[in-house]
């Protein structure tokens, strides 16, 4: 502050706005694109894990060619995603880059007229870089570590629509099994009622097993 009050202020001013760009521009397109990555590698993932586990039933009824036609979608989808991220995770770092590298100038400029009028020594200027770049640091650990926060927002978005299914699911189980627990001693119609839940909870195969005879 004693070197120059306009170099604090313009420090403070230049992290702020540095901070509040960055994050408005990038930082909700990253989580988002982040967010999307996650989805198409586990869709991706989901149909290899389903066509591996199903690779008898798939040659029976010769669905390779659907069943690849949904994969290469799906691996598509995957490529263009991570195509559009690192995109934008090119641009962020270009920005970065200008962003740090504008520091360098920013306090000379600021101190030069102060040392041709002779107030201060040609030092004070070095010191004055070196004190600027290490607070500006300082002030932009957001800037610095958007890609990490994005991952971890976008990963923390996933977990929570993981749980709310799981919750979503638990509690419709919960009121099919007391449907069918109250519905028990009520003749047909709970009988009716508790097969459709039981064949609700079959796979197509088991329900095919069922419904058709053996040949």
Known sequence: WSVSSSLVVFMFVYALVGTVLTTSVFGKVLSVL???????????????VRVREHAESVAFYRGERQE??????????????????????????LWT??????????????????YFK????????????????SIEKALSIIINNLTLLT????????????????????????????????????GSTGSSDSLAAQLAALSTEQVQRLLLPEQ
């Open 151 to 186: 991952g971890l927002a976008a990963e923390a978005d996933r977990l929570d629509a993981l749980l709310a299914a799981m919750n979503a699911n638990g509690a419709a189980a919960a009121a099919a099994e007391s449907r069918a627990a109250g519905a028990g001693g009520g």
């Open 68 to 93: 690849r036609k949904v994969v290469s979608g799906r691996l598509k989808a995957v490529l263009d995603t991570a195509r559009d991220r690192i995109r934008w995770v090119a641009l962020y770092d």
């Open 34 to 48: 982040y967010f999307k990555l996650l989805a198409r590698e586990g869709d991706l993932r989901f149909s290899l």
């Open 118 to 133: 002779g107030e201060i020594e040609f030092g004070v200027i070095s010191q004055a870089s070196f004190a600027f770049q």
């Open 97 to 114: 880059s200008v962003y740090e590298y504008a520091t360098i100038l920013a306090p000379s400029l600021l101190t030069a007229p102060r």
